[in-house]
């Protein structure tokens, strides 16, 4: 990893970020993230696009990344940052920090190069739930725990429950049950929140438990 403008593909932003500012000599980071009310991480917006295109243009004598980050960037803000990206204003330069290389646009993987960092296994290891006991209680409490998790993180957590399940050998794991976990991943595609997948998903393999 070397600090330049990029787009850095990765599920650990903080980490990222903390390998970078190692990197900093004499530059400045300015550092726009997407995240709600409750500072959980959401889509990169517009506005968000807006700011960040705003920031570039204060004068600076020293160089200045514009970092974005965001579990993924809409269509419109892609669209919106193109012209920034490709001539950004003097000591201006752009890094993105996001979860999936195939959510960004063509135009925009062409004007920065891209590095995919390889931390999946990082986050297989965060898997706090007991499956060969599960019961009511343990899948609310991970419930709670993962609800405003990223879409991203959140099919992570899908697919490691169907392997620790087929693992354990604790549950009738018929066909209908396997396309529980398959329509799940549709259904976050297509945006269906995370604790309602979740709660779907594991109140099934309850009902599936060997006695």
Known sequence: MTLSAGIFISYQADRVLEQLEAYKTT????IIRSEDDKGKPKEFLVEHA????AKAYITSENLNYI????????DVSQN???K???????NKAFILITESKSALLDTIQSRLPITVLHDNNNHEES???DIENLNLSKVYAFIQNNNRIST???KRLVAQISLEA???GKYHLDESTLKVFSDAIKALDVGSPVSFILNTLLLKLLVKKRV
């Open 80 to 82: 919106r940052l193109l």
């Open 50 to 53: 807006q700011e960040a295109i």
């Open 67 to 74: 970092i974005l980050i965001a579990p993924k960037f809409s």
């Open 84 to 90: 920034i990206l490709e001539e950004p204003p003097p």
């Open 152 to 154: 991203a993180q959140c």
């Open 27 to 30: 530059e400045f980071f300015t």
């Open 166 to 168: 087929m693992k354990s």
């Open 127 to 129: 898997l706090s739930l």
